[in-house]
């Protein structure tokens, strides 16, 4: 066996060896056993279940909720020759047939769909005829209501394990606390547990908190001071472009990067990124994911992220080639306060839901009992422009309906024009005989691509209207017209965000939310919240303890390289003056313990907070003071 799997890296990927816990996790999946890979962002999840796919006979179901990363995948699957496939909303029925039927008959060794897709009737139908050796679960942590992106859909999954009794489940996720692991397998459920888990540890990578006024400035010091790449977090669209523009007036090559940019901007400026020609990308959260680039030296994080999940997966994209690097977290005492406001629009009214719903029904023109299964392009600012409604509200509320499995809505990702002839070369040589008027347009795709009788190809319309000489919408009418006498199946080229029916349309008063649902996703991310509060206002535990005592690593040593490290011992505060602190801190801890925030604030008419801070944080590394479940100060 591992001959074998070392045989497939080789072939495919070019390595001799694979990274540590990629052999058992592939071994434990040819051993057909379910199994959970909880691997770092940039860890190598997906050789864990590439390589065993080809390994066996049969295919890879991959369950994945992002088409971005899916597109991603098996694009650079096909690159090294591994036919792979992927089914996400927007395609056409013909398309889907095509693809499941050649995961029936063809040599697709990975087929990449997303949960909802799962219990289609057409999936549902073809499922007994499929050979499929292994179900990969990617972003695990979706499953999971505990979860900081729970999606409803991957509730499902388990349902089609009656169907599949004795092919193994791989989960895999880059974070998950305790709770959410244990969540995770009994979700998909599992024969027996089984965790493969590689520590949350980066001894490369120093992490730093710093409370500041002057974000800006404090950013400018920190890329002049640490050279290479870096990548700048914030939270607005808004605020990508002042800061990078900000960065560019400082002599600093900056980019700016949001999910609202075109897909060409938005690849271009990747790529410009990739290859060094921008040193620093300032971006909301929408860039990152999928993106393996080993020498990022800096991330830095203007605003505070919603949870130490989502701050671990960013901040740990610096230093994957192992070498040291810088993850900053620059705060003020305001981003909490944003932090609970986002929290409260996040839920907005039933009646605000009820209306987004029928607001949509009515600008789809889509009638009570249809629209299941109907893929829309969504530009939310024309559709709140349209009923007068609020960005925020709507986005939220779509949230909230696609929790209740009303809706799937995904961001903007490039999808070029593509066609397939659907009915034989033969045929075609007929019909173009009959209809002179089609003839140049059929001999025109023909002559500029290939292959387009056996699979689907990629066209450019304009290419073919220039190697006409003919209008490009002419050419789009001819296309349009084949369509719909059924020669082709022609998509146009994509480059909204969609949003899909999961079932017929409702009246909007018979919509059913579930509020013990709402309740608890509103508990569950003010705990994100607390967490985060608690991170950046901790300044006596070392930045990765904090971390990885989240993630349920409780034995850690103290990292020497974080902020709260490398202060610790230096009170530069004279004896006298010491003693003096070190007896007013003991006298207000006699009675109850209290948070630094607490102890800062009732010694501040007497002592500076730095002076408060730096003399806790002596006692604390000595012993004389310890803190308690809470994370509250106390005597020793």
């Avoid at 907005?348 to 607001?359: D, F, G, R, V």
């Avoid at 985060?532 to 990885?548: A, G, T």
Wanted: proline residues 3%; hydrophobic residues 40%; positive net charge.
């Amino acid at each position: 066996m591992a001959i074998n799997i070392h045989e497939i890296l080789k072939k495919y990927w070019g390595y001799d060896n694979f990274r540590p816990l990629q052999t058992d996790i592939i071994e434990a999946a040819l051993a057909g056993k379910d199994a959970l890979a909880l691997m770092p962002t940039g860890g190598g999840k997906s050789i864990c279940f590439q390589v065993p796919a080809l390994a066996q006979e049969g295919f890879c179901l991959v369950i994945s909720p992002l088409i971005a990363l899916m597109k991603d995948q098996v694009y650079n699957l096909r690159r090294r020759n591994i036919r792979a496939e992927a089914i996400y909303s927007g395609m056409s029925r013909f398309e889907i047939d095509r693809i499941l039927d050649n995961c029936i008959y063809g040599k697709v060794k990975l087929l990449y769909l997303s949960p909802e897709r799962l219990l289609t009737e057409m999936f549902q139908e073809r499922l007994p005829k499929m050979n499929i050796n292994l179900v990969a679960i990617d972003e695990a942590h979706c499953i999971s209501q505990w979860g900081y992106d729970f999606r409803p859909p991957y509730l499902q999954i388990a349902d089609i394990r009656q169907r599949l009794p004795n092919i193994p489940f791989l989960a895999l996720t880059a974070t998950a606390t305790k709770r959410v692991v244990l969540d995770i397998q009994e979700k998909l459920a599992f024969k027996e547990k089984r965790v493969f888990q590689k520590s949350f540890k980066r001894d490369n990578l120093s992490y730093s908190v710093f409370m500041e006024e002057d974000k800006p400035k404090k950013l400018l010091q920190i890329l002049q001071k640490v050279p290479g790449t870096g990548i700048v977090y914030v939270s607005s669209r808004k605020k990508t472009k002042s800061i990078a523009l900000l960065l560019q007036k400082n002599r600093i090559k900056a980019d700016f990067y949001h999910a609202g940019l075109n897909p060409k901007a938005r690849s271009k400026k990747q790529e410009q990124w990739m290859k060094n020609k921008t040193r620093v990308m300032v971006c909301t959260n929408a860039f990152g994911m999928g993106i393996d680039k080993p020498d990022v030296r800096v991330v830095v994080h203007i605003d505070l992220p919603n949870s130490l999940e989502a701050y671990y997966q960013e901040a740990g994209r610096a230093g994957r080639d192992l070498r040291k690097s810088y993850a900053v977290l620059l705060y003020q005492t305001a981003d909490v306060k944003r932090l609970h406001d986002d929290l409260k629009n996040s839920f907005p009214e039933l009646a605000t839901i009820k209306q987004t719903y029928q607001s949509l029904a009515n600008y789809y023109q889509v009638a009570i009992g249809a629209g299941e299964g109907q893929s829309f392009n969504f530009n939310i600012k024309d559709f709140c422009q349209t009923y007068n409604l609020s960005v925020l509200k709507v986005f939220n509320s779509l949230k909230i309906l696609e929790q209740n499995n009303y809706f799937v809505s995904n961001d903007a990702v490039y999808s070029p024009s593509r066609l397939m002839f659907i009915v034989p070369r033969e045929e075609i040589y007929k019909i173009e005989v009959a209809n002179r008027r089609l003839d140049p347009y059929i001999k025109g795709i023909l002559r500029t691509y290939g292959g387009a009788f056996d699979d689907y190809i990629n066209i450019d319309e304009a290419v073919i209207a220039r190697n006409l000489r003919t209008p490009k919408n002419y050419v789009v009418n001819a296309l349009n017209h084949m369509h719909q006498h059924k020669l082709i199946d022609y998509q146009a080229q994509s480059d909204q965000p969609q949003i899909t029916f999961t079932h017929q349309r409702l009246p909007a008063d018979r919509l059913k939310i579930d509020q013990k649902l709402l309740q608890f996703r509103k508990e569950v991310k003010q705990n994100n919240i607390a967490a985060v509060e608690q991170y950046v206002s901790n300044s006596l535990i070392c930045r990765s303890q904090q971390l990885l005592s989240y993630f349920g690593e409780l034995d850690s040593e103290k990292c020497k390289v974080c902020d709260v490290c490398t202060n610790r011992n230096k009170t530069n505060i004279d004896n006298n003056n010491f003693k003096e602190l070190e007896t007013a801190i003991k006298q207000q801890l006699q009675s109850k313990s209290q948070t630094i925030h607490e102890l800062v604030d009732n010694l501040s008419s007497h002592f500076k907070e730095q002076e408060v801070v730096s003399v806790i944080r002596w006692l604390t590394d000595n012993n004389i003071l310890s803190l308690d479940q809470q994370q509250n100060i106390q005597l020793a």
